[in-house]
């Protein structure tokens, strides 16, 4: 086991400089709903993110989610839209949202299209809902249509998170960055043991756990901000 731990911990140095591991796959434009972490009767927010983006002008995004254990707060328009007229249905809505939005010529940027919050209900921890792409329409200032791929999300639910705590023993210690570094190596031999020992090391808050945040862990570790 010290034999893991001192290569675990090698591995956590070296990636720091590394680029992130979740690369844009292909050339194909796609849409992406982001995970959130999140406790019982607290809130998360999730981004609709669009890459490799030919230029749209309009968009209508139909998003599911389960009633039971979210419910919708607020919306908003995200940073690559810097133009235009965004709506979203989301208060008049029971398990489902449609967020449009339209603008006179084209918009290019790889960024956050549309940014969610929803509310936990009283839902028990170690559960999840899907927040799933039911239909979805996109074009540009030619009156084209756009074929766009779309890939779902999930908000998973926690119990209370600690930042940094991936063993979930209550301490911030060489330990976390061990289990987050085993996990990242190979996640199916090393698995989180929960999607609360997930949340913690969800150190950026993006919904996934990946090399930056085993980097954010050691800072944090080290007493830099």
Request: charged content about 25%; hydrophobic content about 40%; aromatic content about 8%.
């Amino acid at each position: 086991m010290k034999f893991k731990k001192l290569f675990a911990y090698a591995a956590a140095l070296l990636v720091i400089g590394s680029t992130n591991a979740y690369a844009e796959n292909g050339v194909n434009p796609q849409i992406n709903v982001s995970g959130a972490y999140a406790e019982p009767w607290g809130f998360a927010e999730v981004k609709i993110d669009i890459k490799n983006n030919p230029g749209i002008s309009a968009f209508s995004i139909n998003l599911s989610y389960d009633e039971e254990i979210l419910e919708f707060a607020d919306a908003r328009c995200g940073n690559g839209l810097t133009n235009g007229t965004f709506f979203c249905n989301g208060s008049r809505s029971g398990k489902s949202i449609k967020a449009v939005w339209s603008n006179a010529s084209d918009m290019y940027l790889n960024d956050d299209i549309a940014v969610i919050r929803f509310k936990v209900k009283n839902a028990e921890a170690e559960t999840s809902s899907a927040l799933k792409i039911e239909d979805s329409e996109f074009g540009n200032s030619h009156l084209e249509p756009v074929e766009i791929e779309t890939h779902d999300g999930e908000i998973k639910i926690a119990r209370e998170i600690l930042p940094g705590d991936a063993d979930e023993n209550g301490i911030i210690d060489i330990n976390d960055i061990v289990t987050i570094n085993l996990y990242l190596l190979d996640n199916h031999i090393y698995p989180l043991s929960s999607y609360t020992a997930e949340a913690n090391c969800d150190m950026d808050g993006n919904g996934i756990v990946e090399i930056t945040d085993s980097a954010i862990m050691i800072n944090k570790l080290c007493g830099i901000d």
